[in-house]
């Protein structure tokens, strides 16, 4: 607060400003009254009294020293000082809605760079179809792709991101998010295991999706006294599913992510014959960019993907 008090003494036209006691709404008031040349109609165009508007027009002419508007017959007259302010007042008022107004955003001629934080999952299912559509849409965009699997939505607040592709993992009190879509998961066994019981299911050697030792699959969390063999744990969708085929093992892989996947003769998609608990898939993104024209013609794009998959 001293800083500021500080400037403001440094600064006689700061003094000049408030000694005029002008504001926005004045400003605002001038120029409806120097459209219409009537007070009532300034009024009803700010959507204020007449007295009100009268008053405004009282402190205008104390502010600026001149009249403003003369009586001529039942209508107002501007004065010499008023046309030669209301160009400029035109143009103040003109910028200060640009200010207030988030900048306008063409993605047919942008070759603005967006980095996104996300796993090969949400590369593979909702990144990979919306950039055969940018292609056409917008050429010039660049994607740049972040591993979000160990950064998570804190690569926003850290702004190694822009926005976040991952399954919900709280709540941020500066942060904003949607939910895309809620995926559900296959199982990739070998064809030799088929047909496909919950004791042949368990006795095959299996892939998990981890990124720690210690950390417990929630598959297995839910299986109680039973134990699954677990070969190896990947910290990828992709890698653990190129493991389990050429290794001839089991992994619970996403419905969605698994389509778009082409399999070896010897392996194959069946329903799970355990219970395999479904994840969602959440954008978050930061408050300081939610105005952002760019970003949220992006999150629309992908909001849009979400839903045609």
Known sequence: MNAFLGCAKLNPNMRKIE??????????????????????????????????????LARLRLAFADPLLTSVGRSL???????????????????????SSPASFDPSLSDRTFKIACTDYETSTLLLPLV??????????????????????????????????????????????KILLR?????????????????????????????????????????????R????????????????CNAHWAFNVPARLIRRVALPEHMCIVKPVITVPQFDVGMYWHIQTDKDSGLRWLR?????????I
């Open 19 to 56: 000694a005029t006691g002008l504001d926005l709404n004045l400003l605002i008031a001038l120029q409806m009254l120097l459209r219409h040349n009537q007070v009532s109609a300034a009024a009803a165009a700010c959507g204020v009294t007449t007295s009100a508007m009268s008053r405004s």
């Open 77 to 99: 007259t501007p004065t010499n000082r008023a046309l030669e302010l209301l160009p400029e007042l035109e143009d103040i008022l003109r910028r200060i809605d640009l200010l």
């Open 229 to 244: 063999d677990i070969a190896c744990r990947a910290q990828s969708f992709t890698t653990a599913i190129d493991i389990a």
């Open 183 to 227: 995926e559900s998961f296959m199982s990739l066994v070998p064809k030799s295991a088929l047909p496909l019981t919950r004791k042949s299911y368990m006795a095959l050697r299996h892939v998990v999706l981890a990124t720690g030792e210690a950390e417990q699959n929630p598959v297995d969390a839910l299986l109680h006294k039973e134990r």
């Open 300 to 308: 629309g794009c992908i909001a849009k993907m979400a839903e045609a």
């Open 132 to 177: 055969q559509q940018l292609r056409i849409s917008a050429p010039g965009v660049r994607l740049h792709l972040i591993n979000g699997g160990g950064l998570g939505v804190g690569a926003l607040q850290d702004q190694a991101a822009e926005l976040a592709l991952l399954s919900p993992d709280g709540v941020f009190s500066w942060a904003k998010h």
